[in-house]
Every structure is written in structure tokens, then in C-alpha cells.
């Protein structure tokens, strides 16, 4: 299991902690998603041999907001 932080702006409410975590949730092969709204980081643990952080970072981008 890898495990990564990723900095991400334009999260400001429960609202998108939630989008965040059910999107990249949802993704095959991601395990768990930690969402500091504070800090503008979320911690993704996820299995590198079924999903990618690539994919992660786009999928977060899909829901309107930047990795940095
Ligand atoms: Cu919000």
C-alpha cells in the first residue's frame, strides 16, 4: 500500500472535504482519503498496482480543485 500527501487548493468546507472523499473514494484500488481542510492536504492510501496517483490528482481536478 502507498500512502501520499497532495496539496490541494480551493478546499474551504465540509462540502468539499465530502466531494473529495467520495470521488477519490470511489476510485478502484484507493483505500483510504484524509482530508485537511486547514492544512489544504489530503492523504490518499491506495494499492499502486490498481490505481495511480495520476489518476488520483485528476480525478481530484475533475471536482474543481488544483493539485499544486
Ligand atoms: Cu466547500
Redesign the pocket.
Known sequence: MEKATLNVEG???S??ENAIMKAVGALGGVDSVMVDLEGKAVTVEYDAAKASLDNIKQEIEEQGYDVV
Open positions: 478546499m474551504s468546507c462540502h468539499c
